[in-house]
């Protein structure tokens, strides 16, 4: 795969020294200085600006399968997407740090208004890093994870400890979180498609699919570790504190948040309901002792400086806090936070980087993913004109699979049996290897 990359940023080398061994890389940067360095990878280096068509043109654009936009330039990593999407139709990832631009980008694409003239994939790392530290919060270990759908659906496999409360119940009864599909079960090594009536064991294997944030709360709720998180002290109330509360308000967990900006903070109360907002410093040692924060599960310092993360880290971990999780802003800091004790660093961009790999791998193939060593599959699956407007519980399906997830132009649906399916939806469907074909076979797939 041929992939062009603008931005010799601290991302952007991270993409290029991860892909260069598999993949054809060319960077496109002002700063001629980087030449040699990439050279000795074998990475191609142009001097320019993709804003500019002729930089595009000459990183070979028209021969290229995925153009990268990743410099610390929200609006250039924007135009220079566009301008390659125009010149060549290539699949485009864009690197944000608005919500606002994200947000934009994604309703644009979901409109239908600009034809062939969208953004593929907008990338907030931000919210990545949110996501990831919740999962880490609250999720037990899966022993599987695929990302779909540009990371708006997942599955999810866990295993059933003997005292969970699933334990001999069906499926039906269980009360699974809505947008979260079972659609396998593995039981003494064997994979099979589950029905409503099914009743789960203990030491079973099930897969799950779903959006990711019901996945987030499934998992919180149901396949939790033995020492549930029921409080946390969150350090810095920007935009990854606030999400991050959010997320855990509604899972019930007991949240604070530490903030040193009193406006910031006035604005924190109106957005949260049931969180405790207090003004101060993160690295006051009796501030953090008054507030009791050694009492919280988990303290996470997510500020937008390293050194400060790291001090209020040190001083939460010598309070007491169990377990403390830190931003980390520079990837190379990582193992300096880990040396001195911090549980889990945590860098936006590697989140990033982790994203743009499963995107990667999404689009090399015509199977999304495989699981329990080949036994299944997940197939990704176009409809045609002839099945448009009928439900999933009519289509009949001659093997046993499940659609788990429909994806409409931007939007991703979790389907129930009376889900319409439309003419160029995208089906993600699970299914066992061996009834792979014919459920390719029903839906004409070449």
Known sequence: MKIVIFGATEVGCLLATEFFEDHDITIIDKEENRKDEFSKLDISFIQGNACDMKALKQADILNS??????????????????????????????????????????????????????????????????????????VAQALDVENFADGRARLLEYKVNPN?????????????????????????????????????????????????????????????????????????????????????????????????????????????????????????????????????????????????????????????????????????????????????AISPKNSALNEVKNDLAENDADILATVEQGQGEVLEIPVRQEFSGKKIMDLHLPAAAIIGVVQRNNKVIIPKGDTDIRYEDILIIFTKSEDANTIKEFFKVN
């Not at 125009?86 to 934009?104: A, L």
């Not at 980008?105 to 979901?110: A, F, G, I, P």
């Not at 949240?255 to 003004?279: G, P």
């Open 65 to 138: 399968d995925i153009f990268i936009a990743c410099t610390g330039i929200d609006e250039a990593n924007i135009v220079a997407c566009l301008a390659a999407k125009k010149i060549s139709g290539i699949r485009t990832i864009c690197f944000v740090s608005r919500e606002e631009y994200k947000n934009t980008l994604y309703y644009e694409k979901s409109s239908g208004l600009y034809g062939d003239f969208f953004i593929d994939y907008i990338i907030w790392p931000e919210e990545l890093l949110t996501q990831e530290i919740f999962r880490i919060v609250t």
């Open 164 to 344: 969970l409360t699933i334990v001999n119940k069906k499926v039906k009864e269980c009360g699974f979180t809505n947008d979260t599909l079972i659609v396998g079960i593995t039981r003494n090594g064997n994979l099979f498609i589950p029905n409503g009536e099914t009743e789960l064991r203990a030491e079973d294997k099930l897969i799950f699919m779903g959006t990711s944030h019901s996945l987030d709360i499934l998992a919180g709720t149901f396949f939790h570790e033995k020492e549930y998180v029921k409080s946390v002290a969150i350090i810095g109330g920007g935009k990854v504190g606030l999400m991050l509360a959010q997320n855990l308000e509604k899972l019930k967990i007991k949240t604070k948040i530490i903030e040193a900006n009193y406006t910031r903070c006035e604005e924190l109360s109106d957005e949260l309901s049931h969180t405790l907002i207090i003004h101060g410093d993160g690295t006051d040692l009796k501030l953090l002792d008054n507030e009791s924060i050694n009492e919280c599960d988990v303290a996470i310092s997510v500020t937008n400086n390293d050194e400060r993360n790291l001090l209020c880290s040190l001083i939460a971990k010598q309070l007491g806090v169990k377990r403390v999780i830190a931003r980390v802003s520079q990837v190379l800091n990582i193992p300096l936070f880990e040396k001195v004790g911090i549980d889990i």
